[in-house]
């Protein structure tokens, strides 16, 4: 007896349409790293987030310290290795126009400046114009004392 849906038909879509779909979406997903954030780095950035997480569930002091601890440690280390890595870089430069292509490369691409001005300007346009039928806000004045009276105030109280 054949079951109904597993008659022999060609399949359409092969293993290696799947591998290559999956290399795709993973090749997006990767992030443009520091060259410096290394394995030591993402160790360390995880054990951060697990007493973080710690401190969330328990909200005790030692689980804070703790967290507050490791969140020092992980600002100095990376701090040191970008430090590492950038003196290390200099150095390795024998002339400015190969230092400044170890640069260039590592600063926002003009595109990329550009689309967030646009963004912006977009941003703001859209504000102006909803905001253009508006009436003006109603300030009223309050009696306040001046700063310069109240700081006065205080040096003679000393």
Same mark, same amino acid.
């Given at each position: ?28 997903? /990767? $992030?443009?790293? %520091?060259?410096?954030?290394? =394995?030591?780095? *993402? ?9 973080? #997480? ?24 990376? /701090? $040191?290795?970008? %430090?590492?890595?950038?003196? =290390?870089?200099? *150095? ?9 292509? #170890? ?28 905001? %253009? ?26």
């Amino acid at each position: 007896m054949r079951k109904r849906g597993l008659c022999c038909r060609p399949v359409s879509v092969t293993w290696v349409d799947c591998i290559q779909t999956a290399e795709d979406i993973v090749k997006q997903r /990767q $992030r443009r790293r %520091a060259p410096w954030h290394n =394995a030591d780095c *993402r160790a360390i950035k995880a054990k951060t987030r697990r007493l973080k #997480k710690i401190f969330r569930q328990k909200r005790t002091d030692d689980a804070k310290a703790a967290w507050r601890a490791q969140f020092s440690l992980q600002r100095s280390t990376f /701090q $040191r290795l970008h %430090a590492e890595y950038w003196s =290390a870089v200099t *150095r390795g430069c024998p002339d400015s126009r190969t230092l400044w292509r #170890k640069f260039d490369n590592s600063l926002i691409q003009p595109s990329t400046q550009t689309v967030i001005a646009m963004y912006f300007s977009t941003k703001i346009d859209a504000i102006r114009s909803t905001t %253009a039928t508006a009436s003006p806000p109603v300030i009223t004045a309050r009696p306040v004392q001046p700063l310069l009276d109240f700081i006065e105030q205080l040096l003679t109280m000393k």
